[in-house]
């Protein structure tokens, strides 16, 4: 089976940044460890896709253990596509226009 590309939306990529920089203002450690979770995260989804629960949208879901963050991404045909890194407390589905 062949290994899917990932891509991440500018908006997913931006929540990422402004989570990184709220972390950091507060404890560099805690940005890293963020940006650490981030991308085991992101190993995870590539390695196996369908190992995350369906959500709406259509698409998949995983929730950081360590975070207040869910990672939606889309599977396309040779594209793993994350269309948001969402805050536990924003405003639900408010991603969904990124969505094709």
Do not use: C
Request: overall charge positive; charged content about 25%; hydrophobic content about 40%.
């Amino acid at each position: 089976m062949m290994r899917k590309s990932l891509r991440v939306h500018s908006q997913a990529q931006n929540e990422i940044n402004k989570a990184f920089d709220w972390y950091f203002e507060r404890s560099p450690q805690s940005a890293e460890a963020f940006l650490d979770e981030i991308g085991d995260s992101l190993k995870r989804i590539v390695a196996g896709p369908h190992r995350f629960p369906i959500s709406t949208k259509n698409t998949r879901r995983l929730v950081l253990a360590k975070f207040p963050y869910t990672v939606f991404f889309q599977e396309k045909d040779a594209t793993i596509l994350v269309v948001a890194v969402a805050h536990a407390k924003r405003r639900p589905g408010y991603w969904g226009g990124r969505v094709r």
